[in-house]
């Protein structure tokens, strides 16, 4: 059964905008990893960002951070200085492997 | 450089038709799995395995096999294709730690699947 939810299947963003995608999951586990991956073009998929469960500070990597909410079991991206680059689908997964959510289409415009 | 590399990358065939898709690592991970994509619905698990001759089903094996005879080796078979396998294939290993599933998902490059 589908435990991670991505409700929005386009997002776009102009260029050194900013942009959250959205995801929210299902779960009864108290310690487990959220991941975003991002698929370019190229169809190669790429992990973006990971965040651990129990630690209550939100994951940054550059451009990218997290807004993670456990209580409301939710684990949004947020794409800051947004660039042409940054276009792609963009998965949530929880537990690594086994769960995705259906995806995101990013759009970046000049 | 650590890859886990699939063949082929592309390929159309016909219903019925034998085919195998092969997926090898270079990161000597113990788990590895096969996803499909398709387009509105994600990546769904097809199988898995946490190591050397142990596999098991995910969401939608019906229609596939797998085997894991070496730990770097694990290919997709489809032993009688039919249409609605039409899809993108990705191959995918990881480490596997203790405590919950943390380790990054390394994928391959993907397969395109096209079933007459």
């Known amino acids: 059964a589908q435990t991670v939810t991505q409700s929005q299947p386009e997002m776009s963003v102009q260029e050194a905008e900013t942009v959250t995608l959205s995801c929210t999951y299902d779960?009864?586990?108290?310690?487990?990893?959220l991941f975003w991956y991002k698929q370019p073009p190229s169809r190669q998929m790429i992990l973006v960002i990971r965040?651990?469960?129990?630690?209550?500070q939100n994951a940054t990597e550059n451009r990218f951070s997290v807004n993670f909410q456990k209580a409301a079991k939710s684990f949004s991206l947020k794409i800051s200085d947004s660039q042409l680059g940054d276009a792609a689908m963009y998965f949530c997964?929880?537990?690594?492997?086994?769960?995705f959510g259906t995806g995101t289409r990013l759009q970046v415009f000049p | 450089e650590a890859q886990v590399t699939q063949n082929p990358r592309y390929l159309i065939t016909v219903t019925g038709k034998k085919l195998t898709v092969t997926c090898s690592q270079n990161?000597?991970?113990?788990?590895m799995s096969w996803y499909r994509q398709d387009p509105g619905l994600g990546l769904r698990q097809i199988y898995y395995?946490?190591?050397?001759?142990?596999?098991d089903k995910g969401d939608v094996p019906e229609g596939y096999k797998v085997s894991r005879k070496e730990k770097r080796n694990f290919p997709l078979i489809l032993e009688s294709p039919s249409p609605n396998q039409t899809s993108l294939y990705f191959c995918?290993?990881?480490?596997?730690?203790?405590?919950?599933?943390?380790?990054?998902?390394?994928f391959g490059e993907g397969s395109r699947l096209t079933v007459l």
């Open positions: 995918a290993s990881r480490e596997i730690g203790g405590g919950p599933p943390f380790g990054e998902l390394f």
């Open positions: 395995s946490m190591n050397v001759e142990v596999t």
């Open positions: 779960t009864s586990e108290s310690d487990y990893y």
């Open positions: 997964a929880y537990r690594s492997a086994r769960d």
């Open positions: 990161m000597n991970h113990e788990y």
């Open positions: 965040q651990e469960a129990y630690k209550q």
